[in-house]
């Protein structure tokens, strides 16, 4: 029947082997699955659902990140952190300007010094432990250590104010939230429902983070006696009279410390969620590409952070890669985005980093410790949590103090 009507028009096509036919199919369904698998590996640019498009571009994240754009974070992406009132969570780029103004001061460089005292009386808490465990030869379980340590130092700042339940704020001690409450913010914006969201995850974002960088750093350094008999050599070079905490001022001076510690956010990629931003008002441009407005556009720091071309043998610690040659280091620095870049960059990071050379500083120069029963694996992501965790029957980072 269908020949007929074939035949009718005029417009039999040649009859063609069947062999060719299959053949043909073949070749058509290999180029297009290549086409995917190369859209989905290769190209820099991937839709990742209909909503979302992903970016694996290291030049493009600052433009993406860039303090002019005006861009939202992706709500429905956002969402698990169920904590819209927060700075963090915050989606509307204005709202977002003004909530974070209120918080800028308390995390400036020259507060955040004023908090090292704080800090200082956390570093020797774990001291004290770390002590009682090598007394005891029992087992650390620094991992976790590391856990109580930075939510204990936040713990001075950020979430005091939890405990006085907005009944009176008057008493409470001179904390990030007090800040908001002496701002200039309007009364909607303090409400307890939003101190509540906002120490959340303040309290969150500051020890997942920090405590994640903490393990990297030490299991790294443990797996390398040159690299700990480098760092104890400059620390004991500093200050032999150890009856006086070492200073977080003269710690910064010291340039292997400092290279462990940029290497150490390097390679631990605390922060593993893809980060999505939205353009509310206009298409934006990537190379070749338009993309509509309101569509979500993704990028994840660890695409930057193990990108071979950038840090060669980047799932190596090397920290020696940030030592050296001045131009070298500048252009690597380029593309060490820990922190983030721009308008939502980590507003912690003057406090995280103070937290991070005054643990590794006085843990590496009064200690000795080995690993024990940890491998590189217990720590590597397995799951993204937007923080990143190890497999779930890893028991983390543990030590035996020497
Ligand atoms: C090694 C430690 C840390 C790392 C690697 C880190 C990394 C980051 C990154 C990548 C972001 C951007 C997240 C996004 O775009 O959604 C961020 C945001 C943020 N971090 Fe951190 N962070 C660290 C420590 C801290 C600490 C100690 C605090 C708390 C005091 C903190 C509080 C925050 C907050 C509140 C935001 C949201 C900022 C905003 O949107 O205005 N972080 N952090």
Redesign the pocket.
């Given at each position: 029947m269908a020949g007929e009507v074939i035949a009718m028009t005029g417009c039999l096509p040649p009859r063609l082997p069947p062999g060719l036919v299959a053949g043909t199919f073949v070749v058509v369904a290999v180029l297009a699955s290549t086409l995917i698998v190369y859209r989905l590996y290769l190209s820099p640019i991937v839709r990742i659902s209909p909503n979302e498009v992903h970016i694996n571009d290291p030049e493009y994240f600052a433009e993406l990140n860039s303090n002019t754009l005006k861009l939202d974070?992706y709500a429905w992406y956002y969402g698990f952190a169920a904590a819209a009132g927060s700075?963090?969570g915050t989606v509307s780029s204005d709202l977002?300007r003004i909530r974070?103004n209120a918080l800028a001061k308390y995390?400036s460089t020259s507060n955040v010094s004023h908090l090292e005292p704080f800090i200082q009386k956390w570093v020797a808490k774990l001291c004290s432990r770390l002590k009682e465990h090598r007394q005891d030869a029992k087992v650390v379980d620094l991992s976790n250590a590391y856990r109580c340590f930075?939510q204990d130092s936040?713990k001075d700042s950020?979430a005091s104010i939890v405990s006085s339940k907005g009944r009176t704020l008057e008493n409470a001690k001179p904390t990030v939230l007090q800040e908001i409450y002496d701002s200039d913010l309007p009364a909607s914006e303090k409400s307890v429902s939003r101190f509540f969201q906002e120490a959340q995850?303040?309290t969150i974002?500051?020890t997942e983070?920090?405590s994640n960088?903490l393990s990297f750093t030490t299991f790294y350094l443990l797996s390398d006696p040159t690299k700990i008999e480098l760092l104890k050599r400059e620390l004991i070079d500093m200050k032999r009279d150890l009856s006086q905490p070492l200073a977080y001022f003269d710690l910064q001076k010291l340039p292997y410390l400092a290279a462990v510690i940029t290497e150490g956010?390097r390679i631990s990629d605390?922060?593993a969620?893809r980060?999505p931003r939205v353009n509310r008002n206009a298409a934006m441009r990537y190379k070749s590409f338009e993309i509509p407005a309101g569509t979500a556009i993704s990028m994840s720091?660890r695409d930057i952070h193990f990108n071979e071309s950038i840090f060669s043998s980047a799932h190596e610690f090397q920290p020696e890669r940030w030592l050296g040659d001045a131009a070298k280091k500048q252009a690597l620095e380029k593309f060490m985005i820990?922190?983030?870049r721009g308008p939502?960059?980590?507003?912690?990071?003057n406090?995280?980093l103070a937290?991070?050379y005054l643990v590794i500083g006085t843990l590496f120069r009064n200690f000795d410790m080995r690993l024990f029963d940890t491998k590189e694996e217990d720590l590597t992501i397995a799951h993204d949590f937007f923080m990143p965790f190890g497999p779930s029957d890893s028991k983390g980072l543990r030590v035996k103090v020497l």
């Amino acid at each position: 029947m269908a020949g007929e009507v074939i035949a009718m028009t005029g417009c039999l096509p040649p009859r063609l082997p069947p062999g060719l036919v299959a053949g043909t199919f073949v070749v058509v369904a290999v180029l297009a699955s290549t086409l995917i698998v190369y859209r989905l590996y290769l190209s820099p640019i991937v839709r990742i659902s209909p909503n979302e498009v992903h970016i694996n571009d290291p030049e493009y994240f600052a433009e993406l990140n860039s303090n002019t754009l005006k861009l939202d974070k992706y709500a429905w992406y956002y969402g698990f952190a169920a904590a819209a009132g927060s700075g963090f969570g915050t989606v509307s780029s204005d709202l977002h300007r003004i909530r974070r103004n209120a918080l800028a001061k308390y995390f400036s460089t020259s507060n955040v010094s004023h908090l090292e005292p704080f800090i200082q009386k956390w570093v020797a808490k774990l001291c004290s432990r770390l002590k009682e465990h090598r007394q005891d030869a029992k087992v650390v379980d620094l991992s976790n250590a590391y856990r109580c340590f930075a939510q204990d130092s936040l713990k001075d700042s950020a979430a005091s104010i939890v405990s006085s339940k907005g009944r009176t704020l008057e008493n409470a001690k001179p904390t990030v939230l007090q800040e908001i409450y002496d701002s200039d913010l309007p009364a909607s914006e303090k409400s307890v429902s939003r101190f509540f969201q906002e120490a959340q995850t303040l309290t969150i974002a500051g020890t997942e983070t920090t405590s994640n960088t903490l393990s990297f750093t030490t299991f790294y350094l443990l797996s390398d006696p040159t690299k700990i008999e480098l760092l104890k050599r400059e620390l004991i070079d500093m200050k032999r009279d150890l009856s006086q905490p070492l200073a977080y001022f003269d710690l910064q001076k010291l340039p292997y410390l400092a290279a462990v510690i940029t290497e150490g956010l390097r390679i631990s990629d605390s922060v593993a969620g893809r980060l999505p931003r939205v353009n509310r008002n206009a298409a934006m441009r990537y190379k070749s590409f338009e993309i509509p407005a309101g569509t979500a556009i993704s990028m994840s720091i660890r695409d930057i952070h193990f990108n071979e071309s950038i840090f060669s043998s980047a799932h190596e610690f090397q920290p020696e890669r940030w030592l050296g040659d001045a131009a070298k280091k500048q252009a690597l620095e380029k593309f060490m985005i820990a922190f983030s870049r721009g308008p939502r960059n980590c507003i912690g990071m003057n406090l995280a980093l103070a937290e991070m050379y005054l643990v590794i500083g006085t843990l590496f120069r009064n200690f000795d410790m080995r690993l024990f029963d940890t491998k590189e694996e217990d720590l590597t992501i397995a799951h993204d949590f937007f923080m990143p965790f190890g497999p779930s029957d890893s028991k983390g980072l543990r030590v035996k103090v020497l």
